[in-house]
């Protein structure tokens, strides 16, 4: 089995587990939780087809949803955002050139443009999400400042764990 294929279903084991089991259980201020699955679509390859990238996107949602028992909440949000992510990387990144199986991470984008690349999608996903969740726009102002605050701190959530393995992943080359 080719090596991205294997990172690729590690990093969705390991990513579901932490959100599942960890983040979910865990809340700061009394709702700011952080998704980091998120990462898992962020970071899938560059090259990779449309509808794997938004069929991925579905499982991932599901496997969230499941655990969760939000009723595909998760899933509408993560179809949004990997229907979202190759017009956000185009937008930011218009002239990028990757390699078969390149991804998306610090790495390739650096920090800045992997902040810009990865809040945008964030942002996409957690309006969707929790404006979902209240299924109202009666509480509009307060149902945005949830939607900030978690986003936040599912951005830095993302960024710590990519930091972690992009350097790993660095000196092994």
């Not at 794997?52 to 998760?74: C, K, P, Q, V």
């Not at 390149?102 to 390739?108: C, D, F, L, S, W």
């Amino acid at each position: 089995m080719n090596n991205v294929y294997v990172k690729n279903i590690i990093r969705f084991v390991l990513l579901v587990l932490l959100q599942v089991l960890v983040l979910d259980k865990v809340s700061f201020g009394g709702y700011i939780i952080p998704y980091v699955y998120i990462l898992f679509i962020l970071l899938l390859p560059f090259d990779i087809p449309k509808s794997l990238l938004l069929i991925l996107a579905f499982f991932t949602g599901l496997t969230i949803d499941f655990f969760g028992n939000s009723l595909g909440l998760h899933t509408a949000a993560l179809v949004l955002l990997a229907y979202a992510r190759p017009s956000i990387l185009k937008f930011y990144f218009p002239k990028i050139e990757a390699l078969p199986g390149e991804e998306p991470g610090i790495v390739k984008l650096g920090m800045a443009g992997f902040i810009k690349y990865g809040f945008s999608l964030i942002l996409i996903h957690h309006l969707l999400l929790f404006f979902l969740e209240t299924f109202s726009f009666s509480h509009f102002f307060i149902t945005l400042e949830h939607v900030l605050f978690n986003a936040l701190a599912s951005l830095m959530a993302v960024l710590i764990l990519e930091v972690l393995f992009a350097k790993r992943i660095k000196r092994r080359r």
